[in-house]
């Protein structure tokens, strides 16, 4: 496996593919003063041929950057799942997710490419994310909740049932959502708030 980024969250990324069994082999990082993350050497920009046979993880928390930079990927996506994951046989990962130890995706989940699901989240049966989603720690996603592109629910923050957040959405930290929240939404309380619409930003 490659992973591009070498941030704390890279750490966490390296954890979940080894913890499996795999190995990653090398770190792209656009900054220049990286050697080494751990024992796994960086190796500066983005180069395609550079193993182009090993799948790569986009190794960046941010959401917006995750995406722009997956735009520009030639490498084949692979995933990381820890080994102190759940994930039912009838849920579906998309590529270029990582699920963090302790997380649960339940039978009937569907979770699209380059999401985060963080250490012990929780996504509920038949629940669907879209892609570039990040699901921070202890947050619960409760049954048939739908999760729009790119958004942010906060740590520890609960969506009832059969609620619907629109795309590049924030959720705060500790919410707990009751109603449907519109795109570009930033929310937070309890129960949750819409505080202010966010700027669309161009991918």
Same mark, same amino acid.
């Given at each position: ?92 990962? /998309? =590529? +270029? #997710?990582?699920?963090?130890? @302790? !997380?649960?995706?339940?039978? &009937?989940?569907?979770? *699209? %490419?380059? $999401? ?31 999760? /729009? =592109? +790119? #958004?942010?629910?906060?740590? @520890? !923050?609960?969506?009832?049932? &059969?609620?619907?957040? *629109? %795309?590049? $959405? ?34």
């Amino acid at each position: 496996m490659l992973l591009y980024g070498a941030s704390g969250h890279a750490r966490v990324v390296k954890d979940c593919v080894t913890t499996s069994g795999g190995e990653v082999k090398a770190i792209f990082d656009d900054n220049p003063d990286l050697i080494k993350l751990d024992n796994v050497p960086v190796v500066g920009y983005y180069d395609a041929e550079h193993e182009p046979k090993l799948p790569l993880i986009v190794s960046i928390g941010d959401n917006l950057v995750r995406k722009k930079i997956v735009s520009k990927i030639k490498h084949a996506f692979g995933k990381g799942i820890h080994k102190a994951s759940t994930i039912s046989e009838a849920a579906a990962i /998309g =590529e +270029g #997710t990582v699920a963090m130890p @302790g !997380s649960i995706v339940n039978a &009937g989940a569907i979770v *699209g %490419k380059h $999401c985060i699901l963080n250490s012990n989240s929780i996504v509920e049966h038949d629940c669907e994310l879209g892609d570039f989603v990040h699901i921070s720690s202890n947050v619960t996603l409760c049954a048939d909740v739908i999760i /729009g =592109e +790119g #958004t942010h629910i906060g740590a @520890g !923050s609960t969506v009832i049932p &059969g609620k619907q957040i *629109g %795309k590049w $959405c924030v959720i705060g930290a500790g919410a707990v959502i009751i109603q449907d929240i519109p795109d570009y939404s930033m929310v937070v309380g309890v129960p949750g708030k819409i505080i202010r619409t966010l700027v669309k930003k161009a991918v």
